[in-house]
């Protein structure tokens, strides 16, 4: 009998313990499949070999109905036994040659790998090896696997690196969920070779919901847009100029789209919630009610899990580090609406602290859009060109900022928008550079945190003209529909350009008239001045 062919798009690895009250094992691995789980693991750590065997047999027997292969954690006894299509083995089990012996050339196996030593002894072994689970990615709760040093999306690109070209299939594990799939997937990409994951691995994302189908197959649906967009990506042309529409663009084509989301925020007035630092938080609540949005300030963790349905977007600011409980509840039912969220990062590199809890954050939740000034994109990108001094940014600046920006969304499959006297924009494609400013902005606290809000705004705003012009959300690579490299756009664009007409008055002798005057513009701001001021560039 030939070996199988297996699709690791969606890897269920079993857990009888996580299951929600009163849901029963086999009702949810059948509700799994019916959702597109592609391969089964049967993993029993604490039943006894009879038990082990009366499981996964009637695993068998429900994935077969689906034509879905199982695979045993670690006892080849139990694949024997009930005749699976392979086995999963750890570092400290059963040699992989051995195993190969004991079940013979026609059967799976897989090797669980945690760094890039243990991935090039797995190449050694090569012949006998068919796939490697690569993990743990993040914090999770599972016994095999809490406890380990996580990998990040980095540290698993770095494990797909030393495997290209030799032929091993590829999953990841740990902590993996609907929020920070896209991050996996995307950030893992080296940018020395194209080898990507061939899929994921996950345990109580599925197991524990009480809705295992939906789970599963949100889940197939991100994998799936994926390797559609790996696909285009090895014919050479831009994945997102693809999925966006955007070939042929130019700056009059953008500055129409601003002056159309000028034109819906004023009709719809969406409500944005903004988790933000308690420096600006009045001033951003004013800036959001002048261009036409509605502000709500709400951070805890209840309030914004209900308010979550309601909103058009969700701003996400931890200029003072507070309520990160809040946070995680914030934006993790963004990504579960559809909601755009928008990550300001702010002095991320300036301490350890600041960079652990971006880091938590990003593990619980995907941004639509992270925008910085230079200091914070530069420790998101971990480049040294730029060092940060608390909130703001030392050293000469980046040498080609579209290039970090560029890099930086394809990394993070987010848009990224670096401020500063110029800004820069990308959508991992398209570099947008905006060169409109005045020099006030530097002399008042707390501008780029408003520039978040605006782009919030805009956000909202293009999700809603998305949904006005169709009866429903296309398949995608990213959880939010909507042209988010235009919001981000139109939130810089007139925030800046607002900025210079303030300057420009008579009754402006200072940082603390343009404060109040940058209000005031903001509000009278009509898209014809947008038009005549505005001063974009496609790189």
């Not at 790998?113 to 006998?128: F, G, L, M, P, Q």
């Not at 095999?144 to 290209?164: A, H, M, S, Y």
Request: proline share 4%; with cysteine; aromatic share 4%.
């Amino acid at each position: 009998m030939p070996k199988i062919d297996i699709d690791y798009s969606v890897y269920l690895v079993t857990g009888r313990e996580f299951l929600p009250a009163g849901k029963d094992y086999y009702e949810s691995l059948e509700e799994s499949l019916q959702g597109g789980v592609t391969v089964v693991q049967v993993r029993e750590k604490n039943a006894d070999t009879g038990e082990f065997i009366q499981v996964a047999r009637r695993t068998k027997e429900i994935c077969d109905q689906y034509n879905v292969p199982v695979l045993i954690n670690d006892r080849i006894d139990v694949h024997l036994a009930v005749g699976t299509a392979g086995i999963h083995i750890g570092q400290t089990d059963c040699p992989i040659s051995l195993a190969r012996t004991l079940i013979g050339e026609d059967a799976i196996i897989g090797l669980s790998v945690r760094n890039t030593d243990e991935a090039n002894r797995a190449i050694e072994s090569k012949e006998s090896l068919d796939y490697i689970g690569i993990g743990a990615v993040w914090e999770t709760g599972s016994k095999d696997i809490k406890g380990r040093k996580t990998l990040g999306p980095d540290g698993v690109g770095e494990i797909l690196d030393v495997i290209q070209g030799h032929g091993i299939k590829s999953v990841a594990i740990g902590g993996i969920h609907l929020p920070n799939l896209p991050q996996l997937l995307h950030g893992s990409v080296s940018p020395l070779n194209s080898n990507t994951l061939d899929g994921v691995a996950v345990i109580s994302d599925i197991v524990a919901s009480l809705h295992p189908r939906e789970a599963a197959t949100d889940l197939r649906e991100i994998v799936d847009s994926f390797k559609r967009a790996k696909r285009v990506l090895k014919g050479q042309q831009s994945v997102f100029s693809i999925l966006q529409g955007r070939d042929g663009l130019n700056e009059d084509q953008l500055i129409k789209g601003v002056e159309g989301l000028m034109e819906v925020l004023q009709q719809e007035t969406p409500l944005v919630n903004q988790l933000t630092n308690k420096v600006v938080m009045n001033d951003s609540a004013n800036v959001t009610l002048a261009v036409g949005a509605s502000p709500i300030m709400s951070t805890h963790p209840r309030d914004v899990h209900d308010l979550s349905p309601a909103i058009g977007a969700c701003l996400i600011n931890f200029g003072t580090v507070d309520d990160k409980e809040g946070m995680k509840v914030a934006g993790r039912q963004a990504n579960v609406n559809r909601k755009p969220l928008v990550f300001d990062p702010v002095a991320v590199g300036a301490t350890s602290y600041r960079r652990e809890t971006a880091a938590e954050l990003l593990a619980h939740w995907q941004p639509t859009i992270i925008k910085g000034n230079a200091a914070e994109i530069g420790a998101m990108a971990e480049s040294t060109e730029v060092m940060s001094r608390g909130v703001d940014a030392a050293g000469s600046g980046f040498k080609d900022p579209g290039s970090v920006v560029k890099a930086l969304a394809r990394k993070r499959a987010a848009i990224i928008v670096l401020t500063g006297p110029t800004d820069y924009i990308s959508d991992g494609s398209l570099v947008i550079k905006v060169s409109n400013g005045s020099h006030y902005l530097e002399k008042i606290t707390g501008s780029g945190c408003q520039a978040g809000s605006l782009i919030a705004c805009y956000a909202a705003a293009s999700r809603i003209k998305y949904l006005n012009e169709n009866d429903s959300f296309e398949d995608d690579s990213q959880l939010v529909q909507g042209d988010m490299l235009l919001a981000s756009l139109a939130g810089i664009l007139i925030y800046t350009v607002a900025s210079e007409v303030a300057a420009e008055r008579q009754d402006v002798k200072g940082p603390g008239t343009f404060r109040s005057a940058l209000i005031d513009e903001l509000y009278n701001l009509t898209p014809e001045v947008v038009r005549k001021r505005a001063k974009v560039e496609i790189l």
